[in-house]
Structure formats: structure tokens, C-alpha cells
């Protein structure tokens, strides 16, 4: 331990709370806001500093955000059994974790966690499952001299096994090594947003300038303004100016949208590990599968019995077979349909070892069970009888790990007639995608020392089928993404053929699968290998991950699913890593969706609710960004004009409410299942830029017009054009809203409302500085106004025009 060769993993995972909130605080715009809303408390215009309000809804959404990011990852822990069972001394002592040490003796019974990576010691039968780090789902056997893996689960019989690598130096410590480094998910929305903000940090600093020099010289010059106290009054108006150019609401709102996303997908048992995940699936156009946990069940079940030549007492010899305490997974799966009633006598046996594929046990002959029987893989157990060592024939050929594999053999050259029989009828089932067991009975076990050596003259009694169980929802969840476009690939650690045989069975038109032992390691090979296969097998782990790049490469936005460690760096770099229930603890912290209750058809659900949240604040965005142009082209203009800037904080803070704070937050939450479309940005400004326009020629011909005149007094010129900003804003608002339904339109209607009460009751004039203009001027108010909406009308159809959707009517930016 004072040498640091613990089990202990350092933990360097993510930023700490004080850099957390420091990213989120001490930013640009943050600053901005906050020195504009302490300049307004210190002039005493706390009316005009509600937008402090925003900007601090910003700083404490993006921490709580982040940090839930941070405190998932620092959990990210490989090994769920919170403690190991070594021999220290001669005794057995159960321990934390952390505190094994190298060349510790650990001490393996079926069920454990292996802790650390070990050498076996001691073999009693012992059988691992390494799916969570390997991904193939078949036990292997582990004899004196093997290495056991860290993260792997003993799955049958007995050992001991001396600790050679600890800690961060562990298998399952450096494969999850990449997964530990933060990472935010790729969102389309957040993307474009801080694009947005680059701009106008860029265009902020001479703006100002701009403004500050207009608003003085509006006021008489720098001299007039401080010696008469103007200044005060030009820096509200700077003020204006400035806070008005930066979209702080849409932010805001799409932090809520993604928050409300999350919590309705919470509770339909989808847990969002990060909020911008919501979007997402509706972006993905290929989804990459993990064929054990999430296609299946996991596991076998036994499947039927296919008698050749049934022998006295076969039925209660499967039964044994499956209670035996050391029996491997699939020989368990017997005790389903036979049941042990414990008359039968063993008296030598031979474990099941994943090199031979076969057990065998003599029983005493009570209980109706005499003699000898063997069960194991049939082109295992059918073997030539002159061969002593009990190979398959060199014709017969076993793939590398499967317990119960399928036949490649001539059947000509196996042992006879019967045997060529078995193994071609064994054949026909596993062409289907079932594991096949063969149970054959012999006279004696072989004694002096050759208990591992296959008795001779076998006879056949009974082929055993198991199969995989498809999840119940698979077919349908798959025929759903299928007519939605998305690009389905099924990555699999176990033989190609099976992982092909379940595809078929879940309703995938594919007639076999692509050996990941044959992928090119030229990258545009792999992209095209990747585009034109559906099912791979034998995939490793730093396949799993080169294979999503390479699609990646090909312009895909992609998801992953999985449940195993072996799928950690897979989900790692996959646009989308999502967890089924069964995963990993690992898995589980770096994927952005956890299916909590494993449910498959859980995906459809999120996709929906991805699509809303997109097609919402693509809506929204809209409306904010509208406000933004205007805001900057308003600031530039009348500063270049020297004309005095037309609305105080306050007032804009009025019409933003009514024309597009309250209405976006509704919007934003409303139901939308249009289908997800690239270019969100693009479509936003191509509306937003021109509708800003369109509102500063209003109010500049407004104000023009007032200046004309000369009569009316500041106020009441602000006041006309709040007016005209009101009118424009809500034609703006109901062309993003369409097309219009009930609920959109009782949001249009209940902020016009709005905007006529508030326009003409007294305590909301007196705060708002608001006063009835002049009937000249409240007239061009209303023509200015009703002139920005016909032409925002006009840019409605443009934007039609260049970005159609299927449908009839003239729809909106955000329809």
C-alpha cells in the first residue's frame, strides 16, 4: 500500500464547482448585464434593471447543469460489488475494493465481480462472463494460468487468482480511461447559439462606442450632457441599447425547454444525463445497436428437446445437468423444464470447459440413470473414436468462443452415418440462430487420469436447441425508426452468423453478417465497408468506437446503445450514447440517455420529444433573434443619426414580455412533431435578419416622422413607438406561430390583450413612462405599425418559398 499498488483509481475526471461556476458567471455577457444592472441601481433606475432577472436564471441553470454532468462522471465506477473476498494469512477476509493490493490471492465463488485483474490460481470449473468488457455473451473458461479481467462476473464453478494489475492500471480502468475526460453533447441548438453570441460579442464593443457618442451628442454634446446632467439619461439609453442586442431570454429558454424535455422523459423511465441530450435522437439518421441487452433479453432460455434415439432416464439426467451447482449458464437453463427430484447419484464427473464444450458425469444407477452421458457442443462430442485426445476431426471446425456452436464440417468424414445425421440435422437448427447441445450416452467414464478424454462409442439420445430472447418491443421499435429514416446498424462482440440469425428475427432484412475481423484498417475502406453492411460480429471495443467515427466521417449524426463496458468508448464518441437498464455502472455514467426501465420502445417517446424541442426553439429563436437585429440595427442607426434612442429598459422590457417572452416560453413547451430538418440557424436568420429590418424601418420612419412635426414631446414619441414595436412584434409573433391552432392562437390573442390594457391603464403608464401620443403621431404609430406587418407578410411567403415543407398553407418560420 505505501508503494500506491492499491486498487484505488485516480480521479481526474472533470472541472471542480469553483471552475464550474467560474465558466458559467465570469462570462462576456454576463459582465455586461451585470455591470449594466449595477450602473441602473446606482443611478436609482431599479425599474429599468429587470433584466438582471435573466441573466441570473442563465448563471444558475448552466451550473446546476454542468455540475450534474461533473458529480455523473465522478461516479463512473466499473465494479458494482463494493467488496472483494481474498485469502490474507490462510484466512478468508472480505475487504473494500480499494484496499486490494497486488499479489493479493482473491478468492472467486459464482456471482462474484472479479475486482482486479488476476492470474488463476485454482480452477474448480470456473467460468467468467467478460460481456461487459468484451462484448460476447458466451462464458470462457478459466484454467490455472488464465488471466480473470477486472469487471468480469463469475458466472459458474470455483477459484483462486493472484492480483497482477491494479488500479488505474486494471483492463477496465484503461478502457474506460477516455470515457472519464468531460465532454459536452454535440446539440445543434446550443451550437448555433454560442455562433450567435461569437457575433455579437464581435460587433459589441463598436456599437457601443456608436451609441454612446449618439446619445451625448443628442443631449448637446459631451459638454452640455455633463454639465447639465444629462449624462444619467444618455447612459439609461446606452444602457437600452446594449441589453436589447443580446438574446439572454432565448437562452434561458431553451435551458427550460431542455429542463421540461427532461423531466417528461423522467417520467416515462428515460433519465437525461444531460439537459441539450433531448435533441439529440430527433437529429440522428443512424442508430448503432449493441446485439446483447438491447436487442435481447440477454442470456439464454432453453428453447426445445429434438430426440434421436432417447435413452432410459434422459429426462432426469438434463435435470442434474442443470441443478449441478458448477453447471455454466446455458446447462442452467435446463432446470426450466426439468425439474431435479435429487435421486440421482453422481460418482466421477468431468466439468464443463469451454476448450473441449463439454461435461460428462457416471451415475451410480439408481434413480433409473445408469452408465455414463455426455453433454456438450455435437461437433465437440462427435468425434472420431480413434482419436485419444478427443479431437474433432480436422475437417470440423469450432469458432473461437461460442459454448454451443455451429457445424462447418463435411459430413462424410465425421464417425458414421448416425453422427453425419446428427450433424447435419444439429446444422439445420443452428442456421436458424439457435445454440445447439447434443446429450449422448457411453458406457464409463475413461479412468487412470483421462477424465478430460471423450469415452468412446457415443451414442446420440437428444439434441438441445436454446435461443436468445428478442426484447418484446425490438420488431416495432426498429420498424419505427426504419419509416423515420434512421440507418440501422447492429454491433455485436459475438459470431456474425448468430448476431444475423437474431436481426432476422426482429424483423431486419439481412442474410448474414460482416466479420469484424476482416475490417480494413484503410478509414475509407472502413466507411464504405460501414454504409453497406448492416450486422457486424466479432466487433472489439476500439472497433466499436472506429466504427462510429467512421460514419461519423460520412456525414451521419450518430447514436449508440449498449450495455457493457466494452461499449463505454463507442457511446463515448457517438453523437448520442444511450444506456440500457442492464448496463454498467461505467456505461451508464457516460451515456447521455439511461432506458431505466429497459425498455427498447422507450426510443420513439424521446425522439418525439426531441423533435419538439428543436421545432420549438427554432420557433422561438426567431422571435428573439428578430429582436437582436433590431436592437442593433435601431442602436446604429439613430446613433449615426444622433437622434436620442427611442425606449427606456423598461419599455422594451414591456414590449419584449408581450411579444415574445410569455408567448416563446408557451411555444416553446406546445407540442410539435414536425420532423427534424439541418439548418436550424440558417432558416432562423434567414426570417430573423429580415424581420429585424423590417421593424427598425418602422420605427425609423416613425421617428422620422416626429421629428418632422416637432411637437411631441420625448415621451410621447417613446410612447408611439413602443406602440409600433407592439404591433410589428405581435405580426412577427403570429407568423412564427403558425400554422395557427387553438392553443397558439389564445396565446396571439391573450398578448394583444394584453397590450390594450396595459396601453391604457394608469399605474402600468405611470411605471412604463407611457402617455398618449398626439393624434398625428398616435396615426403614423398605427400606419408604421400596420406597414411592418404587411410587410412581414410578404417575408412569410419569401421564407416559404425558400425553405417549403410538405403541407398546404402559407406556414411560418418555425411551422
Known amino acids: 500500500m505505501e508503494r500506491g499498488l492499491t486498487n484505488r483509481v485516480p480521479d481526474t475526471t472533470s472541472r471542480s464547482l469553483w471552475q464550474i461556476f467560474r465558466a458559467n458567471v465570469f462570462t462576456l455577457f454576463n459582465a455586461i448585464v451585470g455591470t449594466s444592472f449595477l450602473l441602473l441601481l446606482l443611478l436609482g433606475q431599479w425599474q429599468d434593471a429587470l433584466f ?186 446606452v444602457i437600452a441599447g446594449v441589453i436589447a442586442m443580446v438574446p439572454l431570454g432565448l437562452v434561458l429558454l431553451t435551458s427550460v425547454a431542455f429542463a421540461v424535455g427532461g423531466v417528461r422523459l423522467a417520467s416515462h423511465n428515460v433519465l437525461i444525463q444531460e439537459l441539450a441530450a433531448v435533441e439529440g435522437l430527433a437529429r440522428v439518421d443512424v442508430l448503432c445497436m449493441d446485439k446483447t441487452g438491447t436487442l435481447t433479453e440477454g442470456g439464454l432460455v432453453f428453447d426445445g428437446v429434438h430426440p434421436l434415439a432417447p435413452e432410459p432416464g434422459w429426462e432426469q439426467v438434463l435435470a442434474w445437468f442443470g441443478a449441478e451447482p458448477e453447471a455454466n449458464a446455458t446447462a442452467r437453463c435446463l432446470s426450466t423444464a426439468f425439474e431435479d427430484d435429487g435421486g440421482l447419484r453422481p460418482v466421477s464427473s468431468v466439468p464443463f470447459s469451454s476448450a473441449r464444450k463439454w461435461s460428462g458425469v457416471s451415475f451410480d444407477g439408481r434413480g433409473g440413470a445408469a452408465h455414463t452421458w455426455i453433454l456438450g457442443a455435437p461437433e465437440m462430442v462427435l468425434v472420431r473414436g480413434d482419436d485419444p485426445a478427443g479431437r474433432p476431426s480436422s475437417s470440423i471446425s469450432a469458432p473461437d468462443d461460442d459454448d454451443v456452436t455451429r457445424p462447418t464440417t ?50 446420440p439420445v437428444a439434441l438441445l436447441t436454446f435461443r436468445e430472447q428478442p426484447r418484446s418491443d425490438a420488431r416495432e421499435t426498429l420498424n419505427f425508426f426504419r419509416a423515420e429514416g434512421v440507418g440501422l446498424k447492429i454491433i455485436s ?233 407592439a404591433m410589428v412584434g405581435l405580426w412577427i409573433l403570429s407568423a412564427v406561430s403558425r400554422p395557427l391552432n387553438a392553443g397558439r392562437l389564445a396565446v396571439l390573442v391573450a398578448m394583444s390583450a394584453a397590450l390594450v390594457v396595459l396601453l391604457n391603464q394608469p399605474l402600468a403608464q405611470e411605471f412604463f413612462v407611457l402617455s398618449r401620443p398626439p393624434a398625428d403621431l398616435l396615426l403614423a404609430a398605427v400606419g408604421c405599425g400596420v406597414g411592418g406587418g404587411l410587410a412581414v407578410e410578404v417575408l412569410v411567403r419569401m421564407h416559404a418559398r425558400a425553405f417549403p415543407r410538405p403541407g398546404s398553407a402559407v406556414r411560418g418560420p418555425g411551422a
Open 493 to 725: 462482440g459475438d459470431d456474425p452468423r448468430t448476431v444475423a440469425a437474431i436481426a432476422r428475427r426482429v424483423g431486419l432484412e439481412v442474410t448474414e453478417g460482416f466479420d469484424a475481423r476482416s475490417l480494413p484498417e484503410d478509414p475509407l475502406r472502413l466507411e464504405q465497408v460501414m454504409e453497406a453492411n448492416v450486422v457486424f460480429g466479432r466487433v472489439t471495443p476500439a472497433q466499436k468506437r472506429e466504427m462510429v467515427e467512421a460514419l461519423q466521417r460520412r456525414g451521419h449524426t450518430v447514436a449508440m446503445t449498449g450495455d457493457g463496458v466494452n461499449d463505454v468508448l463507442a457511446l463515448k464518441t457517438a453523437d448520442l450514447g444511450i444506456a440500457m437498464d442492464s448496463a454498467a455502472a461505467a456505461t451508464k455514467a457516460v451515456a447521455r440517455l439511461v432506458l431505466l426501465d429497459g425498455r427498447f420502445d422507450r426510443l420513439p417517446g424521446v425522439l418525439a420529444e426531441g423533435r419538439q424541442v428543436i421545432a420549438n426553439i427554432e420557433r422561438v429563436s426567431s422571435l428573439f433573434l428578430s429582436k437582436t437585429v433590431y436592437a442593433t440595427a435601431i442602436a446604429v442607426t439613430f446613433a449615426l443619426l444622433q437622434w436620442t434612442f427611442p425606449f427606456l429598459p423598461r419599455q422594451l422590457s414591456f414590449t419584449d414580455g408581450l411579444t415574445i417572452g410569455i408567448p416563446a416560453f408557451f411555444l416553446a413547451l406546445m407540442p410539435n412533431p414536425r420532423r427534424y430538418q439541418p439548418g436550424f440557424l440558417r432558416r432562423s436568420l434567414w426570417f430573423s435578419v429580415p424581420a429585424g429590418l423590417i421593424v427598425t424601418a418602422s420605427l425609423l420612419t416613425l421617428n422620422g416622422l416626429a421629428l418632422l412635426d416637432g411637437t411631441a414631446t420625448r415621451e410621447q414619441v417613446s410612447s408611439a413607438s413602443v406602440l409600433t414595436l
Open 410 to 459: 463435411d459430413p462424410q468424414t465425421a464417425a458414421g452415418p448416425a453422427h453425419d445425421d446428427v450433424l447435419r440435422r444439429s446444422g439445420a437448427l443452428a442456421s436458424t440462430g439457435l445454440r445447439t447441445l447434443l446429450l449422448a450416452r457411453a458406457e464409463k467414464l475413461p479412468g487412470d487420469g483421462k477424465l478430460e478424454q471423450l469415452p468412446p462409442e457415443l451414442r
Open 52 to 237: 438582471g432577472l435573466a441573466a441570473a436564471g442563465n448563471a444558475v441553470i448552466g451550473v446546476v447543469e454542468e455540475y450534474r454532468a461533473k458529480r455523473s462522471l465522478d461516479r463512473l465506477a466499473v465494479l458494482g460489488a463494493p467488496h472483494a473476498r481474498v485469502l490474507r494469512e490462510g484466512e478468508i477476509h472480505d475487504i473494500a475494493t480499494s484496499d486490494v493490493v497486488r499479489d493479493d490471492v482473491l478468492v472467486l465463488r459464482a456471482g462474484d465481480q472479479v475486482t482486479a485483474d488476476a492470474a488463476v490460481l485454482e480452477s474448480s470449473g470456473l467460468e467468467v462472463d467478460e460481456s461487459l468488457l468484451t462484448g460476447e455473451s458466451d462464458p470462457v473458461d478459466k484454467d490455472p494460468g488464465s488471466e480473470v479481467l477486472s469487471g468480469s462476473i463469475v458466472v459458474a464453478g470455483r477459484g483462486t487468482a493472484r492480483v497482477v494489475r491494479v488500479g488505474a492500471a486494471s483492463f477496465a480502468s484503461r478502457l474506460t480511461a477516455d470515457a472519464r475526460r468531460f465532454s459536452l453533447v454535440n446539440s445543434e441548438i446550443r451550437n448555433s447559439l454560442n455562433r450567435v453570441l461569437r457575433w455579437i460579442a464581435w460587433v459589441l464593443l463598436p456599437v457601443v462606442i456608436l451609441v454612446v457618442n449618439g446619445e451625448v451628442q443628442a443631449r448637446g454634446g459631451w459638454q452640455t450632457a455633463f454639465s447639465t446632467g444629462a449624462w444619467s439619461s444618455a447612459l439609461v439609453g
